[in-house]
């Protein structure tokens, strides 16, 4: 009895002692600053069948946002242009093509305040779509106002004059107009270069070609693929400057559009494309209604910035997969029309 329990003790002591030594291995060497990395890496077995270490991948820090609006672009027209750089980033971001909205006054002016303010027409003020200099910029706290006040680089690039009314010149620490989308991109990735907070990229083309030629006729899409052009020069250069693992975008439109118009009679007048992609945020097509007053609420909550209480904009919390504690009402139709 005794000899057997010696023979069994025997291993057991061994493979008491090689577990003991392999734990203060593993631990010296977690401890070692240079290795610091095994700590993080999950463990991957070589063997198939069994399921990976589920070791939890904390959520890269989002250090800047980039809105890109093309100005007119119904969602529809992504895949039949097809802007093919647009639909790759579509793989790896939330999205929706049904059920985003503008304001009730589907306008180009109107509508930007409304997307970077989160308040309505009547609280931004901005109630034309001309630059009326006497009417002063658009009226409330906006993102640019949050972000340049919490000391990030704030830059706006667009493709019309009148966008100027959008943003105080003192919240923009750089503010570019140029009239094509390659001029466009080509300022962008220059700011992209020198880094930033916020960054509003406007392409003004898709709209001058339906207001010309109609929408979603071969002119309209031929203009969106120059704009999913900038888009990939965009993205190159946010790849270049080892900045796209930390920088949410945001891509999305003021307004659609029908014939050679968008003055609110369809449906398509309103309706945007409103897709995000980057840091933490859950692939797949969102479910949420969403409201171009969004926008601003979900870039405020993305960069740790103040949601303002009087903003009818909610962030879109079901993009970066949590549970929308708020929610527009279903299904007021466009809530800034009262
Ligand atoms: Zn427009």
């Given at each position: 009895?005794?000899?057997?329990?010696?023979?069994?003790?025997?291993?057991?002591?061994?493979?008491?002692?090689?577990?003991?030594?392999?734990?203060?291995?593993?631990?010296?060497?977690?401890?070692?600053?240079?290795?610091?990395?095994?700590?993080?890496?999950?463990?991957?077995?070589?063997?198939?069948?069994?399921?990976?270490?589920?070791?939890?991948?904390?959520?890269?820090?989002?250090?800047?946002?980039?809105?890109?609006?093309?100005?007119?672009?119904?969602?529809d027209a992504i895949?039949?242009?097809?802007?093919?750089?647009?639909?790759?980033?579509?793989?790896?971001?939330?999205?929706?093509?049904?059920?985003?909205?503008?304001?009730?006054?589907?306008?180009?002016?109107?509508?930007?305040?409304?997307?970077?303010?989160?308040?309505?027409?009547?609280?931004?003020?901005?109630?034309?779509?001309?630059?009326?200099?006497?009417?002063?910029?658009?009226?409330?706290?906006?993102?640019?106002?949050?972000?340049?006040?919490?000391?990030m680089r704030t830059?706006?690039?667009?493709?019309?004059?009148?966008?100027?009314?959008?943003?105080?010149?003192?919240?923009?620490?750089?503010?570019?107009?140029?009239?094509?989308?390659?001029?466009?991109?080509?300022?962008?990735?220059?700011?992209?270069?020198?880094?930033?907070?916020?960054?509003?990229?406007?392409?003004?083309?898709?709209?001058?070609?339906?207001?010309?030629?109609?929408?979603?006729?071969?002119?309209?899409?031929?203009?969106?693929?120059?704009?999913?052009?900038?888009?990939?020069?965009?993205?190159?250069?946010?790849?270049?400057?080892?900045?796209?693992?930390?920088?949410?975008?945001?891509?999305?439109?003021?307004?659609?559009?029908?014939?050679?118009?968008?003055?609110?009679?369809?449906?398509?007048?309103f309706r945007i494309?409103?897709?995000?992609?980057?840091?933490?945020?859950?692939?797949?097509?969102?479910?949420?209604?969403?409201?171009?007053?969004?926008?601003?609420?979900?870039?405020?909550?993305?960069?740790?910035?103040?949601?303002?209480?009087?903003?009818?904009?909610?962030?879109?919390?079901?993009?970066?997969?949590?549970?929308?504690?708020?929610?527009?009402?279903?299904?007021?139709?466009?809530?800034?029309?009262?």
């Amino acid at each position: 009895m005794k000899k057997l329990n010696r023979r069994l003790v025997k291993p057991v002591l061994f493979v008491v002692d090689f577990v003991m030594v392999t734990a203060l291995l593993v631990t010296s060497i977690l401890q070692t600053p240079v290795l610091v990395d095994v700590a993080v890496t999950p463990i991957v077995t070589s063997t198939s069948t069994q399921t990976p270490t589920q070791t939890p991948i904390p959520v890269p820090k989002i250090e800047r946002v980039l809105v890109i609006s093309y100005d007119g672009m119904r969602p529809d027209a992504i895949s039949k242009a097809p802007m093919p750089n647009l639909l790759k980033l579509m793989e790896n971001s939330a999205y929706s093509l049904t059920s985003a909205e503008t304001i009730a006054y589907p306008s180009t002016l109107p509508s930007h305040a409304s997307m970077l303010s989160g308040l309505c027409m009547q609280d931004t003020g901005i109630v034309f779509d001309r630059y009326f200099k006497y009417m002063g910029y658009s009226k409330g706290v906006d993102i640019f106002d949050l972000a340049h006040k919490a000391g990030m680089r704030t830059v706006m690039i667009v493709g019309k004059d009148k966008l100027r009314q959008l943003a105080e010149p003192e919240t923009t620490d750089v503010f570019e107009i140029r009239y094509d989308e390659a001029s466009i991109s080509k300022i962008a990735v220059e700011e992209i270069q020198k880094d930033f907070g916020l960054m509003f990229v406007h392409f003004p083309t898709p709209d001058k070609v339906g207001h010309k030629y109609t929408w979603m006729g071969y002119s309209y899409l031929k203009v969106l693929t120059f704009g999913d052009d900038a888009l990939r020069d965009i993205l190159t250069a946010l790849d270049d400057n080892g900045l796209r693992e930390t920088t949410l975008i945001i891509v999305t439109a003021d307004h659609g559009g029908h014939d050679k118009n968008h003055e609110g009679t369809v449906i398509q007048d309103f309706r945007i494309p409103w897709i995000i992609y980057g840091p933490g945020i859950v692939p797949g097509e969102l479910t949420v209604p969403i409201q171009t007053m969004d926008t601003a609420a979900t870039v405020a909550y993305a960069l740790d910035l103040t949601l303002q209480p009087d903003w009818e904009g909610i962030p879109v919390y079901e993009a970066f997969g949590q549970t929308r504690l708020k929610v527009h009402k279903e299904y007021i139709q466009h809530p800034c029309h009262e």
